[in-house]
């Protein structure tokens, strides 16, 4: 159901909540991983987003903001209620559309359906709307016209692998998430592909290998 560039995306969000031992996972996590993925940084750019400006935003709302596990109580980050919620609500449009693949675009769309998150307002303070995203997706409408010297569809940005980097390097290009694994035993990649399009639970593998997981309908 998820694609494999947002299952990476996915990931990316997981470990950066890991690394800097947040207790719980959360929207933010996740758009601060979309807005350094390849396809994210299109769609955000596409519907008029300063990428350096969100990614700034997102990261200092993650340092000061989310709640972090206390020493000597280490554990997974726990998923919120509305990242839950994004999850299935991205679901649940892929499904009406009658597509297989939630991509980064289904999950920018709900995240923008969850008004009282810091993600959905710091995306709405750049006046980026629900439906900007949706026609961009959809039909490849965007906000910004596209340079003369750039080919449609150029990649935006470093990808997704750069977003544990911004917060200790702000050079272009400068990756942090390779450095996160070397200094963890969070593995590079996950298995997040749900088992059922039906919105069943998908199943991975947590950082010791046990089988876990992500839960594709809200819950309380």
Not at 3 to 18: F, G, K, N, P
Not at 163 to 191: E, F, H, L
Request: glycine share 8%.
């Amino acid at each position: 159901m998820f694609s494999a560039a947002l299952e990476i995306v996915l990931t990316i969000a997981y470990r950066e909540a890991v690394s800097r031992k947040h207790a719980y996972l959360t929207l933010e996590h996740l758009l601060y991983a979309l807005a350094h993925d390849q396809e994210g940084e299109r769609i955000l750019a596409a519907c008029g987003a300063d990428l350096p400006r969100l990614r700034k935003d997102l990261n200092d709302y993650l340092e000061t903001s989310v709640e972090a596990v206390r020493r000597g109580q280490e554990r997974e980050p726990e998923q919120t209620a509305a990242f839950r919620r994004v999850l299935q609500t991205a679901v649940l449009h892929v499904q009406s559309a009658q597509r297989l693949e939630v991509q980064a675009g289904d999950v920018l769309a709900a995240i923008l359906q969850q008004p009282k998150s810091h993600a959905a307002r710091a995306l709405e303070a750049q006046a980026i709307t629900r439906l900007d995203v949706l026609e961009y997706i959809a039909h490849g409408v965007s906000k910004v016209p596209a340079p003369e010297d750039s080919p449609a569809g150029a990649p935006a940005g470093e990808g997704a692998e750069g977003a544990a980097a911004s917060r200790d390097d702000p050079q272009p290009g400068a990756t942090k998430a390779s450095a996160v694994a070397r200094s963890s035993n969070i593995p590079v990649c996950m298995s997040l592909r749900p088992v059922s399009v039906a919105g069943r639970p998908g199943t991975g593998r947590d950082s010791a290998g046990r089988s876990r997981k992500w839960p594709l309908r809200g819950g309380p």
